[in-house]
Nanobody, 112 residues
Framework: QVQLVESGGGLVQAGGSLRLSCVVS??????NDWYRQAPGKQRELVAT??????TYADSVKGRFTISRDNAKSTVYLQMNSLKPEDTAVYYC?????????WGQGTQVTVSS
């Protein structure tokens, strides 16, 4: 059974940093993503990591870094220089072929 468990969210002041973690169990996935969803908005793709590299939404480029430790089956999202508009529930997503799996989400709140 595939399971994704996020952690690391919380309340931080603007300009601060957080690191989110996502432990993936039950399979090996070549593509991992972080999404976020703010209240009243659609879920949006924040960052993607594959064997060939990583990509980022323009809104987080230069501030966020996605990485993964295959030995620990964990995907990370390092978030620096946080802004109030980064406030959202952050979700981990793992893809393999036509299948995808979501984590339960972790709340990130950035105060001004």
């Amino acid at each position: 059974q595939v399971q994704l468990v996020e952690s690391g969210g919380g309340l931080v002041q603007a300009g601060g940093s957080l690191r989110l973690s996502c432990v993936v169990s039950g399979g090996i996935f070549s593509i991992n993503d972080w999404y976020r969803q703010a209240p009243g908005k659609q879920r949006e793709l924040v960052a993607t990591i594959t064997g060939g590299g990583s990509t980022y939404a323009d809104s987080v480029k230069g501030r966020f870094t996605i990485s993964r430790d295959n030995a620990k089956s964990t995907v990370y999202l390092q978030m620096n220089s946080l802004k109030p508009e980064d406030t959202a529930v952050y979700y981990c997503y793992a893809r393999r072929g036509s299948y995808g799996y979501w984590g339960q989400g972790t709340q990130v709140t950035v105060s001004s």
